[in-house]
Nanobody, 117 residues
């Protein structure tokens, strides 16, 4: 089974930083897209950042310049470094991987990030 386990969420003050980690276990095709999504109360789930197997990244406009997605293939882990956090970043953050061979999305259970003073 493919499992994604997020960690690193918590309470942080505006302007602070947080790093989320997503550990992936199970068999995943080498060609894939990993990403972080978030869902705030009353809002649709949105893509925050994505990274392809070749290393290409993309970000939501709202987080450009503040968030950085990266991965460690050896550790099967994807990270989201979140800097200059704002209250509007408050959401449940979900790790996702799309396996192009299986044509399936796999999701973590989410980790809550709360940005508040």
């Amino acid at each position: 089974q493919v499992q994604l386990v997020e960690s690193g969420g918590g309470l942080v003050q505006p302007g602070g930083s947080l790093r989320l980690s997503c550990a992936v276990s199970g068999s995943i095709f080498s060609i894939n897209v990993m990403g972080w999504y978030r869902q705030a109360p009353g809002k649709e789930r949105e893509l925050v950042a994505g990274i392809t197997s070749s290393g290409t990244t993309n970000y939501a406009d709202s987080v450009k310049g503040r968030f950085t997605i990266s991965k460690d293939n050896g550790k099967n882990t994807v990270y989201l470094q979140m800097n200059s956090l704002k209250p509007e970043d408050t959401a449940v953050y979900y790790c996702n991987i799309y396996d192009i061979l299986k044509r399936l999305n796999f999701w973590g259970k989410g980790t809550l990030v709360t940005v508040s003073s």
